[in-house]
């Protein structure tokens, strides 16, 4: 069996996000935002905008061999581009559907970080033990939310509550990477929240 966990938040899918991304036999489906809970009916909170300005681009389902992990949803700001994800503030939510330790999400965050970009053993050793600190371990129905700081870093949300801070703006670049990057692992999701038409 080849899984694949990756943590990304991050930006960070009731995840809000974080980020474990499945791959392998992984199917992501587009939906139009707002979206809604698992009973079909649209909630305050999924419509109501994580950030001040930003609006909602996509969402995705990542599934493995039928069975779904998590949902994903993607805000960003005006003006926003695809090619240029890093550009200006955004937020990741991911809604689990299993349960998974803090630990093993930003083990696999910095390994999907190393194909968006290259960094030291260092910084990731110090990246992966700052993320473990500031991300919980979730259960099923956990939101996990990641809102992207241009210059600044990433902060994580759970269930609507500040629970961290990674104040690196390298770090949160390469994290948002892991779902928004045209190297991330999963480009069925990517596309997906970014709202992209089929290649």
Do not use: H
Not at 118 to 145: I, K, Y
């Amino acid at each position: 069996m080849n899984i694949k966990m990756i943590a990304g938040c991050a930006l960070l899918a009731g995840v809000t996000t974080t980020f474990y991304l499945y791959s392998g036999a992984a199917v992501a489906s587009a939906a139009a935002m707002p979206a809604t809970t698992s009973a079909g009916t649209a909630t305050a909170a999924d419509t109501q905008a994580p950030m001040a300005g930003l609006q909602g681009r996509g969402q995705g389902v990542l599934r493995f061999w039928g069975l779904a992990i998590y949902e994903a949803r993607l805000w960003v700001s005006p003006g926003f581009a695809a090619q240029d994800y890093a550009a200006l503030p955004l937020a990741l939510e991911l809604t689990y559907q299993r349960a998974f330790t803090a630990q093993a999400i930003a083990q696999r965050s910095i390994e999907e970080m190393r194909r968006v970009g290259n960094f030291s053993p260092e910084q990731g050793a110090r990246w992966q033990q700052a993320l473990q600190a500031t991300l919980p371990d979730v259960q099923p129905g956990d939101r996990l939310m990641g809102l992207y700081r241009p210059g600044a870093g990433a902060v994580f949300q759970m269930q609507g509550r500040t629970v961290g801070e990674v104040a690196d703006a390298e770090f949160a670049r390469l994290f948002f990477g892991i779902w928004l990057s045209p190297r991330t692992s999963e480009p069925q999701l990517r596309q997906a929240l970014l709202a992209l038409p089929a290649p």
